[in-house]
DNA sequence: CGAAAACTTGATTAGCATCAAACCAGGTGG
DNA sequence: CCACCTGGTTTGATGCTAATCAAGTTTTCG
């Protein structure tokens, strides 16, 4: 069965469209599903988009159902002892948000939108009866779970150590990566660079016009811009030096 | 079935005392498992102890196994880009290792001993085995990927931002939890100190000097410590204005 | 168009890194 | 047993990075 296969066509339900369109194919949570289970999961998922800045699910809301984005760009923030707001990583198209509803736990932080954000949301009921049926979702999940850590240790060693600049740098690319393949990538407000890289807005901007001048942002234009990748990576290599 | 019976008593096989003497009954990987199962598994866990600095797992290494900590405290730990050791978090008593065996994938991080540690070594063809037959299992390994995922975000969050000092009560708070409940907790070497909180061998030392002097710190003596938890709190406090 | 919000830039300061020099404990060999 | 070395630690002096304080400037939006 080939991938574009995997979500059939000509079914009558309107989200059966929608999936069968769905650019994430190769999220294969539901990858490995015989056709009868495929055509019956579309009527519980819901495809909503959702507004840059608007909420995903916060920290308090009733863990029922996880997310997976279609397009755009999500962050996922916790608030820590101190009551200071604090990125724990970036999300994007194929990932799969908030599995902690899986298990019956409140979520551990809020997946907020920071650009405008394609998801689907699947409840968790379906997850569970899907995976008592068919034991490759399972696998699917353990995938997922172990590809939120990865990224959080990341988002860690990467964007949480050395100075501002090379911070900076890496969120530069973590943002092109996330962007890809479109040209242009989102800029987070100076605010939330500040957030996410532990710094205070006025070093951002220090830092973000710094490399305008380098010409490692180009056509800067409100909250997007294109990079020049190769800059990007010369200016990351005599940073690590 | 009560938690003391988990692990059967009086069968034959010397791992199997070791396993119902096991301290960590309470991480039920296998706790929900019929006694025929529970009988069939002692013959392939292996019990082995590891001296405060040495590997239990390193990067390179074929990624047939994960462990459980039965005591102890162990530090995993990335090289980033910039090639600088890096400790994502801590493990201890329960906490379960590198579960990206399970799915066939590279070690993501080194699991080094940080005191002496007691770990079993669980090849992945046995829990692939178990988790066939028992589903159970399975909730179980979705439930410590979720908690490793909660880990290492608590991490970035508390012991990644804000000041030098705030930092260090933060790990030292995570050290009187992993301690407990022994009285005197596991103080780092001034380097391994810098590598988890992200400053200079000269900073920590500053600050540990300072925590002595206002009795945070008490009976130090080489690398153990007693702490003043109330004081550790108001400390804290403090510093979270 | 005017006000508010976001961003930029400059001047000063604080916190931590860096450099440098003791200090101490534990081993080793004379 | 003591002198000596070695690795970890402590403490001090100095410098750099980024925070803070304080204007400006541009963009956004009612």
């Known amino acids: 069965m080939s991938l574009i296969q995997l979500y059939r066509q000509g079914v009558e339900h309107p989200q059966a469209q929608v999936c069968a369109q769905c650019g994430v194919r190769q999220f294969a949570l539901f990858g490995a599903l015989p056709d009868a289970e495929l055509d019956r999961i579309h009527t519980h998922i819901a495809d909503q988009p959702i507004a840059a800045g608007g909420m995903i699910y916060d920290l308090g809301q009733a863990p029922d159902a ?5 397009s755009g760009v999500v962050r996922m923030e916790r608030i820590n002892e101190r009551g200071d707001r604090c990125v724990v990583r970036l999300a ?11 298990l ?3 979520y551990a932080a809020a997946a907020i939108a920071c650009t ?30 172990q590809h939120a850590l990865g990224d959080a240790e990341e988002w860690l060693a990467e964007l949480s150590v050395g100075p501002a600049r090379r911070r ?9 990566e996330l962007a ?4 242009k990538l989102w800029l987070p407000s100076r605010e939330d660079m500040g957030v996410m890289l532990n710094m205070t807005i006025e070093t951002a901007s220090r830092i973000v016009s710094a490399l305008r001048r380098e010409s ?17 990576q010369a200016a990351l290599r005599s940073a690590d030096l």
Chains 1, 2 share one sequence.
Do not use: F, H, N
């Open 216 to 232: 490692v942002l180009l056509d800067v234009e409100g909250r997007r811009a294109r990079i020049d990748a190769q800059a990007l």
């Open 116 to 145: 405008e954000v394609q998801v689907c949301r699947i409840p968790r009921q379906l997850v569970a009866e899907l995976s008592a049926r068919q034991p490759a979702v399972v696998t699917r999940l353990m995938e997922r779970w």
């Open 168 to 176: 900076m740098l890496r969120l530069l690319l973590k943002l092109s």
């Open 180 to 183: 890809a393949p479109a040209p």
């Open 92 to 102: 994007g198209r194929g990932d799969l948000l908030g599995m902690e509803a899986l």
């Open 104 to 106: 019956m736990q409140p």
């Open 66 to 70: 996880v997310y997976t984005v279609r």
